[in-house]
């Protein structure tokens, strides 16, 4: 998946994680799933800055009114979030843990 900037992408903003989690297997290439699905889950912080920078802004996450920033609050169990708010940078997070899960779940289907 790479940065699309101000330009606009070739599919519709989603609101919820799963939504995001579709858009990124078909837009992310075989390379980089491969190197994620193989990376341990206390790793993925190392891809914070680069693809998670990706998705907060490819998803529009910074603005205030982003379904999918409050999908993640909702889903975020590590912090308590009394006004159903997570900061983008949190909330690219739980995407990139959902992401690497279904990355996950499908290798093993595949192994079956």
């Given at each position: ?36 699905s ?16 990706c ?53 093993r289907?595949?192994?079956?």
């Amino acid at each position: 998946m790479s940065d699309k900037n101000d330009t606009e992408a070739p599919y519709d903003i989603p609101e919820t994680i799963e939504e995001a989690v579709e858009i990124m297997l078909q837009n992310t290439n075989d390379k980089d799933k491969e190197v994620i699905s193989k990376m341990q889950e206390k790793d993925l912080t190392l891809i914070h800055h680069g693809f998670g920078t990706c998705i907060r802004n490819n998803f529009k996450m910074w603005k205030p009114t982003s379904k999918l920033v409050q999908a993640c609050a909702e889903r975020d169990n590590s912090i308590k979030h009394r006004s159903h708010y997570i900061h983008p940078d949190d909330a690219s997070g739980v995407v990139i843990k959902a992401f690497w899960e279904k990355l996950n779940e499908r290798d093993r289907n595949l192994s079956d």
